[in-house]
């Protein structure tokens, strides 16, 4: 595929910086707090609630690598909700997160 803007590099540098959140001080004994707050029935709220910090945040603190982050944040969390979406595509609305 020619991809236009980058994509293919974009996603892997993506993967790659998923794969850091798993060693990283959010990943204790294996489980990620987003695990708990998922299985809590929260992952809706706080999914999209981190995409909007992150977003509203864009910009505003740092150097322009730091705003690169929070993009990256962003497109994290839009990822795990697809994964909470995608858990609770059967559920009715009154009973999802």
């Known amino acids: 595929m020619n991809y236009k803007f980058n994509e293919k590099e974009l996603l892997k540098e ?5 794969d850091s959140t798993y ?4 990943s204790k004994d294996n489980f990620q707090a987003t695990e708990f707050i998922i299985d809590g029935g929260h992952g809706t709220g706080f999914c999209i609630g981190n995409v909007l910090k992150y977003a509203q945040r864009y ?35 009154f009973v999802r997160s």
């Open 59 to 93: 910009g505003k603190k740092g150097m322009a690598s730091d705003a690169r982050k929070d993009l990256m944040k962003v497109l994290h969390y839009a990822l795990i909700q697809l994964y909470v979406h995608d858990l609770e595509e059967d559920l009715p609305l």
């Open 14 to 18: 993506f993967q790659e910086y998923i």
């Open 23 to 26: 060693s990283s001080h959010y």
